[in-house]
């Protein structure tokens, strides 16, 4: 059986224009979001490319991740927090469930203030994500990481003091956590917490086939 691959987007990288192409199925199989515009009535429909914005290499990750289910990449939180905000945009649990567990092995390791950022100012307040790298701020978090990073004082790219407000709810988390004398870490043994795990039943034919995961307790 042959199958037309579609183009899905043309991105700019300086002055090179790069398309992809993808089987348009798979699109629209994962993104509620490419479902729409390709087998809607929107004006894309009746074209066969779309415009993602990701950068080429969040473009190659993305296309990889359709074919493979793997997103792997070097410990590089801005190019997983860029794919994650993609896979918000256009709707695509499975994606930001795979970023999540990808990043979870990594939290040893904050993400950088300019990351965290960048998280804060393009996804919702409800996202996961978000409130993974609160968890994680909370947990792990010590002065000497701003010998590293320093936290950035310049407001003009922040004018709603976002991240100022993020370092907020982390110190009450902090306070919190020391008054009620908590010991461990809020991230790091809850890997389904961040995942949207939608009822008992999608969990576990999805993490509760592996061995050793626990069900999140909402769904409990
Ligand atoms: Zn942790
Ligand atoms: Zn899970």
Redesign the pocket.
């Known amino acids: 059986m042959t199958r037309a691959l579609q183009p899905i987007g043309r991105v700019t990288c300086g002055l090179l224009e790069k398309s992809i192409s993808v089987h348009k199925e798979l699109l629209c199989f994962f993104s509620p979001y490419y479902k729409a515009a390709l087998k809607g009535n929107f004006t894309e429909a009746t074209t066969d490319s779309l415009q993602v914005d990701l950068t080429d290499k969040g473009l190659k990750m993305f296309v990889r991740w359709i074919y493979t289910g793997e997103v792997a990449s070097p410990r590089c939180f801005p190019r997983y927090f860029s794919l994650y905000i993609f896979a918000d945009l256009v709707d695509i649990v499975a994606l930001r469930r795979m970023i999540m567990t990808r990043i979870q092995g990594y ?1 040893e390791d904050l993400p950088e203030y300019s990351t965290v950022k960048l998280a804060l100012m393009n996804l919702p307040e409800s996202s996961p994500l978000r409130a993974w790298i609160l ?2 701020y909370i ?2 978090w010590e002065p000497a990481y701003d010998d590293c990073d320093p936290y950035p004082t310049d407001t003009a790219s922040d004018p709603d003091n976002t991240l100022a407000a993020f370092m907020y709810q982390v110190a009450r988390g902090l306070a919190v956590r020391e008054s009620v004398n908590t010991a461990g ?5 809850s890997d389904c917490k961040y995942h949207e795990h939608e009822s008992k039943e999608e969990w576990e034919a999805t993490c509760g086939q592996i061995e050793d995961m626990e069900m999140p307790d909402h769904l409990k």
Do not use: R
């Open positions: 939290s968890d994680v947990s792990h870490c809020l991230c790091c043994y």
